[in-house]
């Protein structure tokens, strides 16, 4: 009797892992098309973002076009989350599980250029440009959100799906507010989808933690010529400061980077400077290793403080964790990657590649042809502010081809590909391979509990907690007179074709 029940438990998994693998393949074919309809629409998202070009906290037109365009496509949408205007969080589905997507999608400073130009052609002399690819993010998410509804929708499929969008990537600002704030604690599973030269993913820790931090120094005005005794230097503080972190740096480990900026150094020499600002960034391979380096900052800063008799107070602007990626959730988005292929490029897509990287002095190997094999990560010394989300569930990122490889990052021969049809191919083999994915975990329960157990064991004993000060607020004026000196000269830029999924 036993036999004849275990004969029959075995037969309905057998069939149970029939019919989830049939479910996902036939619910992975209707992503596909999905994103094949609508690859032209994909494109229009991606080349609009790229017009916009707006730097960080200042993704105005951007927020708004994604959150119409998600709304439009029957997702609930929020904007505002966490205290960041510019962010976006849209829902759809009922119930476990909930896997989340998230972007970035601002600009760099002085990365303006015509799309395709191969000499300088800036199309606002000066202006805010995408010269790291962030707009091809948004058109993959957006893509992929189209899709996974379709699925979700003809498939009855179970679950919940959530897109957030993550503002001043490039100052590593927001995705800490949002797990701070309790936005991914129904989470179960996470994919960041970024531009690159490849269609590839990887797992193990990627980039180091980092502490943005600024400290300002308060002093007393005084004529300098006639008694600077009385007054007390605020530039005189930051200055120490600097002087002290170089010094303490011998005593640093050799495995930290920190760099500073003088953000604020006084107006004019006649007056004793009574305000100042240092803006630090502070980087370490691990949570401890940042923060002790802040912890270390503080003391510099007080010391700095007693020598000049001043006074100091510090804001921090950012703070993010390393980011790392699950095995399993590599393992998925590569076997996604492997299904739906690098995209076929044209010999004029190769030849506009290999004309980029020779303005940029890179060597000229063109486009990539072949996938990459998943790997494991080797740590880099870079940071991003999604490290947050990585350590609080299993996380897998998906790099889309939708830049050309041997140009250097923020440079503007970066941004001449961003809005052709590279960055559109690129954009929908990305929108593919998160769709498939995100196909697979709504219809496999084990491979998501796999994802769960395996990210136990790979963050071992280490208990996220966040760097980020408890009462910290979004640095909400970041980039707000840069941008406002461009935005008005841009408008007449802006690429508002009318975009309708179908
Ligand atoms: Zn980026």
């Given at each position: 009797m036993r036999r004849i029940l275990s004969g029959l438990g075995l037969m309905l998994v057998i069939v149970c892992c029939a019919s989830a693998a049939l479910s996902a393949t036939t619910a992975k074919e209707t992503a596909f098309e999905a994103v094949e309809r609508n690859k032209g629409e994909i494109a229009k998202v991606g080349d609009a973002i790229y017009s916009f070009a707006e730097l960080g906290m200042q993704e105005i037109e951007t927020s708004k076009l994604c959150a119409d365009l998600l709304k439009s496509i029957g997702y609930d949408v929020k904007t505002g989350?966490?205290?960041?205007?510019?962010a976006i969080m849209a829902t759809y589905g009922s119930g476990k599980p909930v896997l989340a997507v998230h972007i970035e999608y601002d600009a760099v400073p002085s990365g303006s250029q015509q799309t395709g130009a191969l000499e300088r052609k800036e199309i606002v002399p000066g202006a805010p440009g995408h010269a790291e690819g962030h707009n091809t993010n948004a058109a993959a998410w957006m893509g992929a959100a189209f899709a996974v509804k379709e699925a979700i929708d003809k498939h009855k499929l179970r679950g919940t799906v959530k897109f957030f969008t993550a503002p001043a990537e490039e100052q590593l600002v927001s995705r800490p507010f949002f797990v701070r704030d309790g936005y991914f604690k129904d989470v179960d599973a996470a994919f960041h989808v970024h531009v690159g030269e490849t269609l590839s993913t990887s797992y193990g820790i990627r980039q180091y933690a980092l502490v943005s931090v600024e400290y300002e120094f308060f002093g007393k005005t005084a004529h300098s010529g006639t008694s600077p005794w009385t007054g007390a230097s605020a530039v005189d503080a930051a200055k120490l400061m600097d002087i002290g972190w170089d010094v303490l740096r011998e005593h640093l480990p050799p495995t930290q980077r920190s760099h500073s900026v003088i953000v604020n150094g006084g107006v004019q020499p006649n007056v004793v400077p009574d305000r100042a600002k240092i803006w630090f960034f502070f980087r370490e391979a691990t949570y401890e290793g940042a923060n002790n380096l802040f912890t270390k900052a503080d003391k510099v800063a007080e010391g700095a403080a007693l020598m000049t008799g001043t006074t100091w107070k510090r804001n921090v602007l950012s703070a993010c964790w390393p980011t790392r990626d699950n095995k399993i959730m590599g393992e998925l988005v590569q076997s996604n990657i492997e299904l739906v292929g690098m995209p076929v490029w044209s010999e004029d897509e190769q030849k506009l590649a290999k004309a980029i990287q020779k303005v940029a002095g890179g060597e000229q190997k063109g486009l990539a042809m072949k996938i990459s094999p998943l790997k494991e990560a080797k740590q880099g010394t870079s940071s991003n502010d999604s490290g947050d989300i990585t350590w609080t569930v299993p996380h897998g990122r998906i790099t889309i081809p939708s830049n050309v490889g041997n140009v250097p990052g923020h440079h503007w021969a970066a941004t001449i590909a961003v809005a052709t049809s590279i960055a559109h191919k690129g954009e929908v083999a990305g929108a593919k391979v998160l769709a498939g994915s995100m196909v697979d975990l709504l219809t496999n329960p084990d491979l998501l509990a796999k994802a769960k157990e395996t990210f136990k064991k790979e963050v071992g004993g280490a208990t996220y907690k966040p760097l980020l000060p408890p009462d910290q607020k979004p640095p909400l004026s970041l980039n707000t007179e840069e941008m406002a000196k461009y935005r008005d000269l841009m408008k007449p830029h802006y690429r508002r074709a009318p975009i309708q999924f179908k």
């Amino acid at each position: 009797m036993r036999r004849i029940l275990s004969g029959l438990g075995l037969m309905l998994v057998i069939v149970c892992c029939a019919s989830a693998a049939l479910s996902a393949t036939t619910a992975k074919e209707t992503a596909f098309e999905a994103v094949e309809r609508n690859k032209g629409e994909i494109a229009k998202v991606g080349d609009a973002i790229y017009s916009f070009a707006e730097l960080g906290m200042q993704e105005i037109e951007t927020s708004k076009l994604c959150a119409d365009l998600l709304k439009s496509i029957g997702y609930d949408v929020k904007t505002g989350i966490a205290g960041f205007p510019t962010a976006i969080m849209a829902t759809y589905g009922s119930g476990k599980p909930v896997l989340a997507v998230h972007i970035e999608y601002d600009a760099v400073p002085s990365g303006s250029q015509q799309t395709g130009a191969l000499e300088r052609k800036e199309i606002v002399p000066g202006a805010p440009g995408h010269a790291e690819g962030h707009n091809t993010n948004a058109a993959a998410w957006m893509g992929a959100a189209f899709a996974v509804k379709e699925a979700i929708d003809k498939h009855k499929l179970r679950g919940t799906v959530k897109f957030f969008t993550a503002p001043a990537e490039e100052q590593l600002v927001s995705r800490p507010f949002f797990v701070r704030d309790g936005y991914f604690k129904d989470v179960d599973a996470a994919f960041h989808v970024h531009v690159g030269e490849t269609l590839s993913t990887s797992y193990g820790i990627r980039q180091y933690a980092l502490v943005s931090v600024e400290y300002e120094f308060f002093g007393k005005t005084a004529h300098s010529g006639t008694s600077p005794w009385t007054g007390a230097s605020a530039v005189d503080a930051a200055k120490l400061m600097d002087i002290g972190w170089d010094v303490l740096r011998e005593h640093l480990p050799p495995t930290q980077r920190s760099h500073s900026v003088i953000v604020n150094g006084g107006v004019q020499p006649n007056v004793v400077p009574d305000r100042a600002k240092i803006w630090f960034f502070f980087r370490e391979a691990t949570y401890e290793g940042a923060n002790n380096l802040f912890t270390k900052a503080d003391k510099v800063a007080e010391g700095a403080a007693l020598m000049t008799g001043t006074t100091w107070k510090r804001n921090v602007l950012s703070a993010c964790w390393p980011t790392r990626d699950n095995k399993i959730m590599g393992e998925l988005v590569q076997s996604n990657i492997e299904l739906v292929g690098m995209p076929v490029w044209s010999e004029d897509e190769q030849k506009l590649a290999k004309a980029i990287q020779k303005v940029a002095g890179g060597e000229q190997k063109g486009l990539a042809m072949k996938i990459s094999p998943l790997k494991e990560a080797k740590q880099g010394t870079s940071s991003n502010d999604s490290g947050d989300i990585t350590w609080t569930v299993p996380h897998g990122r998906i790099t889309i081809p939708s830049n050309v490889g041997n140009v250097p990052g923020h440079h503007w021969a970066a941004t001449i590909a961003v809005a052709t049809s590279i960055a559109h191919k690129g954009e929908v083999a990305g929108a593919k391979v998160l769709a498939g994915s995100m196909v697979d975990l709504l219809t496999n329960p084990d491979l998501l509990a796999k994802a769960k157990e395996t990210f136990k064991k790979e963050v071992g004993g280490a208990t996220y907690k966040p760097l980020l000060p408890p009462d910290q607020k979004p640095p909400l004026s970041l980039n707000t007179e840069e941008m406002a000196k461009y935005r008005d000269l841009m408008k007449p830029h802006y690429r508002r074709a009318p975009i309708q999924f179908k």
